[in-house]
Each structure stands twice: as structure tokens, then as C-alpha cells.
T-cell receptor, first 115, second 113 residues
């Protein structure tokens, strides 16, 4: 399997621009998670989906952030408008339905820099 | 609510020395516990996990961890580290009935010769 695939790997943009991060989970995985990693806060859970339905978005920082999962093989995280404090590495992770293993499979991350 | 505290943000050690990375958690329910490793510019990989059973868990690359329920700890150990173990290590917890992992802030392990 190719693993969790994220794009772009690196994004540099200017404040106020829209940013879209993409994720393709591992085929057959029913859960998809978006995390944000910063030096100050570490790894924060932003939102997660089960069978394409958002289950918990309490970690989404504010209305500028939105996430969608239109089908089982694709998810997006959008920031509009972007701000310098959004600079971080954004990780997507997935796992199968069997909750007893608990293990998440991570992508390599999207490093966002907002100038 | 669950939380994870990694007591050391940075741990420098010499090659072939033993190392312990400390992790404490808080939760009002039964939990699963994990250690992940992150090499530079990469995603996180699972090192080991505790779900149930034996409290001593062995993982990849010679790492092991011990679950101590009374002390709510899950410390990671390796008897002899290598330069290639230099990385960021994350402790994580999830409720047994829950879904998402909550991560600690990470410990940077730096191994030098």
C-alpha cells in the first residue's frame, strides 16, 4: 500500500491567501484525522472523520479553517484567509474501523509557511 | 479529559548509553497508550503500544515501555542507543472506548558519539 499521501509537501503563501491541503488515506481505512504540529503546541487534533462524516471538529481553531471529506479516498483542509500564525506542519492520518488497535498511520505532512 | 505530559523536552545522550523518556497521562477511564517516533521531515511512525495484558511492551528498534497504572506512567526505554535513534518521540493516549489519539508535546532525543 502507498500509505497516507499528502500534498503539497511544502507551501509558502502570503497572508490573506487561501490554502488548501489535501490527503488521500490508506484504502479501506474508515477514520481520517487532521493534526497540526507547532513548536509551541506540539501535535493538536483539529478534526476527524468516520466514513466521510465529521465526528469531532472541536480542535479547529476558528472559522477560517474548514475540512471536508467528499469521498472515502480524499479529504481537504482549507484555510481562508491564511495568517502567519497558521504556519505549521499539518498531518493527515488514517486508521481502519477496528478501534482496538488504536494505531494511526500518518502521512509525511504538509509544511505551511504564511508570510 | 485526557492529557499527556512528557516530562523532558530534550534528552541528550552518548551512543551506547541507556535512555529513558518519561511520559505521564491523566484519564478517568481505561486507556490505550502509544509511543511514536518522528525522524526529521517525516511523519510519525508507531514504536510500540499498550492495549492490555503484560505491562512491559516491546517495540521496534530495541525500544520497550512499561505501563504503570498506579503511577499513570508509560516510560520508554532503550538499554543502548545508536546515533540513528536521534529523533522526536511522542507519547500518546486514547480512551479504550474512544477514537482520537491525544499526543504529548514530544521529547527530542539527541544521540552523539
Amino acid at each position: 500500500d502507498a500509505g497516507v499521501i499528502q500534498s503539497p509537501r511544502h507551501e509558502v503563501t502570503e497572508m490573506g491567501q487561501e490554502v488548501t491541503l489535501r490527503c488521500k488515506p490508506i484504502s479501506g481505512h474508515d477514520y481520517l484525522f487532521w493534526y497540526r504540529q507547532t513548536m509551541m503546541r506540539g501535535l493538536e487534533l483539529l478534526i476527524y472523520f468516520n466514513n466521510n462524516v465529521p465526528i469531532d471538529d472541536s480542535g479547529m481553531p476558528e472559522d477560517r479553517f474548514s475540512a471536508k471529506m467528499p469521498n472515502a479516498s480524499f479529504s481537504t483542509l482549507k484555510i481562508q484567509p491564511s495568517e502567519p500564525r497558521d504556519s505549521a506542519v499539518y498531518f493527515c492520518a488514517s486508521r481502519p474501523e477496528n478501534r482496538h488497535t488504536g494505531e494511526l498511520f500518518f502521512g509525511e505532512g504538509s509544511r505551511l509557511t504564511v508570510l | 479529559a485526557q492529557s499527556v505530559t512528557q516530562l523532558d523536552s530534550q534528552v541528550p545522550v552518548f551512543e551506547e548509553a541507556p535512555v529513558e523518556l518519561r511520559c505521564n497521562y491523566s484519564s478517568s477511564v481505561s486507556v490505550y497508550l502509544f509511543w511514536y517516533v518522528q525522524y526529521p521531515n517525516q511523519g510519525l511512525q508507531l514504536l510500540l503500544k499498550y492495549l492490555s495484558g503484560s505491562t512491559l511492551v516491546k517495540g521496534i528498534n530495541g525500544f520497550e515501555a512499561e505501563f504503570n497504572k498506579s503511577q499513570t506512567s508509560f516510560h520508554l526505554r532503550k538499554p543502548s542507543v545508536h546515533i540513528s535513534d536521534t529523533a522526536e518521540y511522542f507519547c500518546a493516549v486514547s480512551e479504550q472506548a474512544g477514537t482520537a489519539l491525544i499526543f504529548g508535546k514530544g521529547t527530542t532525543l539527541s544521540v552523539s558519539s
